[in-house]
């Protein structure tokens, strides 16, 4: 069967959900059709022979045994279970909120004139609101609709001279101001990395607000994003040790998704900072690493990722915790993703070798590394680069940079990281060929490495002091 809308959800249930489905589609209220209950027998059946075939024609036959098949007719019984199926998600998302489930309650009430359950209904979701953990823009979100609700109701009594106006208003305030600061956050993240230029509508209008009425800086939702934004957009320290105060503070009420992207803004804002030579922001950052790793919310789905594994263990060698980064390196593996575990495991102990000037056991890790990251493959060969140099193994650093020359000629998707190792290559050989006693090819070559803009901080400083 051809892989339909119905196929790649129900593919994606776990068994559990196919059970809650299977007893959701059997129920009178919400289905009639025997016909789509024997429908979704015969996929259950299939899913669980593991081979999943779900040819339309057979599917057909089970269902109705004595009628010809006929594309329409398949077509509309998918249909059916289809719509069933998308019945179920909505409602399972709605009964997995409860104030949400309350919120819809009270709506019903309503109509059906029970005024008395209403309110009750409304004060009894306020209540269950101010007890949740969170003070996320969806928190306001949901204050503002139960609000809402209230303020439809009161202009459903037509003698009721009360309003609840102001009180909507302010709600409304918090969550939208929450809510666009929180974009402004993340617009400018995403544009850094994409280079894509966003509008960022009424940013000026509400930092004129919110000078006007501190009063809501009193709300996580909004202290945050808001020094969070001031800190990256305009490089502002100041607001960026405002942000660091906060995040331990009220981190808490957060979602783990929603605070993962708090710490991965902060992070990127110390990334800047340490581009343009400011390096007192590495601790910082090593911190947030850590507290991030720590309480989980750097991990996604079980998994940490390769490039925020690699960064962590850079920059723990780089401030000298060798002994943190073992551990890190040897306990950590297993968040890693499979397919890429042992690779980046054995990459990231490699550098961590190099580093403690066990030069034989990096090369024996490096020595048939290869990986489907172009990049990681090119840092391996990084650090072969320079332990062949400070053991003076010069023949083998020859025959290591014209293997390095040949793979960035081959690879076509290296975009500005083949100017910098092409560079790299250049100056290594530069080194290599240099006679001690001319001072002057030392100057010059001292000041090619300095003046290079496509040579990181840290390979520029290890070329200054082979020159040494």
Known sequence: MKKSKLLLIFESLGKWEIKQFQQFVQSPFFN???????????????KETGQSVYEREAAFRVVYPNKHFTERDFYLLSSY?????????????????????????????????????FTRTIDNSKKLLQKQVFRNGNYWRQAYDLELAHYNFIGSQVRSKENN????????????????LKQFCL????????????????????????????VLFEHPAIAIYYHCY???????????????????????QFPQSETRDIYLLAINFCIKQLNAGEQKYEAEMFALYQTGIENKYLIKNEELSRFTFNNIVLLGIKLGKLEWVENFIYEQKKLLPKKLRQAVFEYSLAGLRYEQKQYAEAM???????????????????????????????????????????????????????????????LTKKLISLVPSNRAAKLALRQEIERSTSLTRNISLWLLRQLE
Request: overall charge neutral; cysteine-free.
């Open 187 to 214: 617009q400018w993240a995403h544009q850094t990395v994409f280079k894509k230029e966003y509008d960022v509508g009424m940013q000026k209008e509400i930092f004129s607000f919110l000078e006007t009425h501190p």
């Open 230 to 252: 001031q800190a990256i957009a305009f490089d502002d320290d100041v607001h960026f040790e405002k942000l660091l105060a906060l995040i331990p503070k009220y981190q808490h």
């Open 32 to 46: 009639q059709r025997t016909d789509v209950v024997r429908l979704l027998d015969f996929l259950i059946q299939e």
């Open 165 to 180: 106006l102001q009180a909507l208003s302010d709600l409304f305030d918090v969550y939208y101001i929450a809510e666009k």
């Open 364 to 426: 024996r890790l490096l020595a048939t590394f290869d990986s489907n990251d172009h990049l990681m493959n090119l840092g391996a060969k990084l650090t072969l680069l320079k332990i062949y140099y400070e053991l003076k193994e010069f023949d083998i650093l020859y025959s290591l940079l014209d293997s390095m020359r040949v793979y960035l000629q081959r690879k076509e998707i290296l975009g500005y990281h083949k100017a910098q190792y092409g560079k790299i290559i250049s």
């Open 81 to 117: 279970l289809y719509k069933l199926l998308e019945e179920f998600l909505a409602i399972r998302s709605i009964r997995q909120n409860d104030v949400t489930m309350k919120l819809h309650l009270a709506q019903a009430l309503q109509q059906i004139k029970l005024d008395k359950r």
